[in-house]
């Protein structure tokens, strides 16, 4: 029992994320930051090339962008398959989407409309909202996992108290029942002798 409670006990404490955890955590906020960086700096360099660069040359500049984009996602979906990946599935599937955004922005820069132009010039600053958004969910996802194993094994200490509960009561029960029959076996033995010893003064008068 009283291990049980030093057990609770010790979980209680380790409620606070411990460094390993944290680390963990940090690296996967870092390498999300880093597909974050990658994602912005491709379309700021696509708004930068656009405003420096005349028609035609902002499509060329377009064709050697997207090639770049689809080989990063390439190598991402690549690295999700090997080391079976959510993670990095995810990333690449991001990747995947800005390559499918490329093949419309020479179009969407050079025929359509200065308000759709602009909104997909501001989506760097869309993307940092959302990756920040991002970062914030990966820390508690991760921070209600740890706390949830951390649960699961208070419950099983919990199981484990009372199983032994169970067991104590079972001993005790056994011990007292042992001690009623040999206290009933000694009476027997202690009214046979008072028997005896009757019968054979009887037999000597």
Not at 71 to 99: A, D, P, Q
Not at 172 to 196: A, D, F, G, M
């Amino acid at each position: 029992m009283e291990k049980a409670k030093l057990m609770q006990l010790e979980i209680e404490k380790k409620r606070k994320l411990p460094k390993n955890v944290k680390h963990s955590i940090n690296v996967n906020i870092f390498q999300n930051w880093i597909a974050a960086l990658i994602v912005m700096s491709y379309l700021c360099a696509i708004n930068i090339t656009y405003n420096k660069v005349n028609a035609v040359k902002f499509g060329e500049y377009m064709k050697y962008y997207a090639l770049g984009i689809i080989i990063l996602t390439v190598i991402g979906f690549e690295i999700s398959y090997r080391k079976n990946s959510v993670k990095y599935m995810f990333i690449s599937i991001e990747l995947l989407l800005c390559g499918i955004l490329s093949l419309y922005i020479p179009y969407i820069y050079l025929h359509t409309t200065n308000e759709l132009r602009n909104a997909v010039m501001i989506l760097p600053g869309i993307l940092i909202i959302y990756y920040t958004i991002k970062s914030i969910f990966i820390f508690k996802q991760k921070q209600f996992q740890y706390q949830n194993n951390l649960s699961d094994v208070r419950e099983i200490v919990r199981d484990t108290e009372n199983e032994s509960y169970i067991d104590e009561d079972s001993r005790k029960t056994y011990r007292e029942k042992t001690v009623e029959e040999e206290k009933i076996r000694n009476e027997i033995l202690k009214s046979q002798s008072i028997r005896r010893k009757k019968k054979l003064e009887k037999r000597k008068r």
